[in-house]
């Protein structure tokens, strides 16, 4: 029902959000048997579910293929929807900003765009301790000076979004 209506929410809305709950929660449920754990999906009005999977290590192609696979015949043996539909399952790619805790570890060393409650932090990713403290390392330079390198200290939970920059050097 809608706020100060009795308006019902229409049988194809209530049917995709029945739909998409139940794949997101098969979706989770099966994850950790591959390794890997949903950082984000999408819906399109077309029935179009769409997945991203991460994992701890670098996610194969081949991981992605078998989940997949998997994820399809655990749909084929239920009775989650009587209407057709779509769904997909992909890494969520390198321009996606990082969601999860988890995914941050396989990308020590690469340089970053944090967002963050005090502002933009850029730099490279040189450490994750036990108190979720990312330290990054920024380097500095002013034109005809010497470049300063810094530690800079981001608690996790400051983190608003994260960036890989992507580079070609």
Known sequence: FRKGTS???SPFLLTMTNLAKNLTDLVEQEAPLF???LV???ISPAKLF???MDSEEVLSMKSITDFTRHISEKIDDSDLSDEAFTFEISSPGAERPLTNRKQYGKHIGRSFDFVTSEGLVSGKLVEINE???FLIEQTT???GKKAITQIIEVPF???QSATIIISFK
């Open 40 to 42: 984000a999906h999408t």
């Open 7 to 9: 308006q019902k929410q």
């Open 157 to 159: 939970e400051n983190i």
């Open 35 to 37: 390794g890997s754990f």
């Open 141 to 143: 330079k002013e034109k």
């Open 131 to 133: 108190n979720n403290v």
């Open 50 to 52: 769409q997945f991203y």
